[in-house]
T-cell receptor, first 115, second 114 residues
Framework: AQKVTQAQTEISVVEKEDVTLDCVYETRDTTYYLFWYKQPPSGELVFLIRRNSFDEQNEISGRYSWNFQKSTSSFNFTITASQVVDSAVYFC????????????FGTGTSLTVIP | GAGVSQSPSNKVTEKGKDVELRCDPISGHTALYWYRQSLGQGLEFLIYFQGNSAPDKSGLPSDRFSAERTGGSVSTLTIQRTQQEDSAVYLCASHHGANTGELFFGEGSRLTVL
């Protein structure tokens, strides 16, 4: 079965703190894709990153970084020096060829950055 | 168009009425998805279209919900005899059909059933 778990429902941090959002996935596929999306208060989901199962290199994009570890089936997302504009709901998702391209979303983590 | 377009952006209806929500995906995207997001909740999968294949309707919550996709492009989600619990934001997303791409989401249609 395909499943994505985001155990953190809500997180609050003070501006400039670092914060890590956890994502744990389950899949029997050897080829799969992991995603993170941001949903700001305006409502539209914004794509942040895609990672395929064969690439375990961590990625950094500005203040954002992602840690993909197949050994623990995790794809965690860290925001460094958080800003108020980072306040949003963040969703982790899983897809793959053996799921008929179905996307499985976690329940989201609501991040509030306090000024 | 440049992105996924949904209409109407807001719809208020009375309980028992039928509503239609429209999604215009990104040109050339063969896959189209409908999700429902209730206030403060995650994304609930409703239905998925891929090319000419039979749609995956496994997420539709009841037989009051249906969707079609004409000509492999525009999709309409229809909710018959609306109930108050149908109030939510209905999100459409499209995908080019290969396994390497991400979903592109529209801004959603906010449905309020009085």
């Amino acid at each position: 079965a395909q499943k994505v778990t985001q155990a953190q429902t809500e997180i609050s941090v003070v501006e400039k703190e670092d914060v890590t959002l956890d994502c744990v996935y389950e899949t029997r596929d050897t080829t799969y894709y992991l995603f993170w999306y941001k949903q700001p208060p305006s409502g539209e989901l914004v794509f942040l990153i895609r990672r395929n199962s064969f690439d375990e290199q961590n990625e950094i994009s500005g203040r954002y970084s992602w840690n993909f570890q197949k050994s623990t089936s995790s794809f965690n997302f860290t925001i460094t020096a958080s800003q108020v504009v980072d306040s949003a709901v963040y969703f982790c998702a899983l897809s793959g060829p053996n799921t008929g391209n179905q996307f499985y979303f976690g329940t989201g983590t609501s991040l509030t950055v306090i000024p | 168009g440049a992105g996924v377009s949904q209409s109407p952006s807001n719809k208020v209806t009375e309980k028992g009425k039928d509503v239609e929500l429209r999604c215009d995906p990104i040109s050339g995207h063969t896959a189209l998805y409908w999700y429902r997001q209730s206030l403060g909740q995650g994304l609930e999968f409703l239905i998925y279209f891929q090319g000419n294949s039979a749609p995956d309707k496994s997420g539709l919550p009841s037989d009051r919900f249906s969707a079609e996709r004409t000509g492999g492009s525009v999709s309409t989600l229809t909710i018959q005899r609306t109930q108050q619990e149908d109030s939510a934001v209905y999100l459409c997303a499209s995908h080019h059909g290969a396994n390497t791409g991400e979903l592109f989401f529209g801004e959603g249609s906010r449905l309020t059933v009085l």
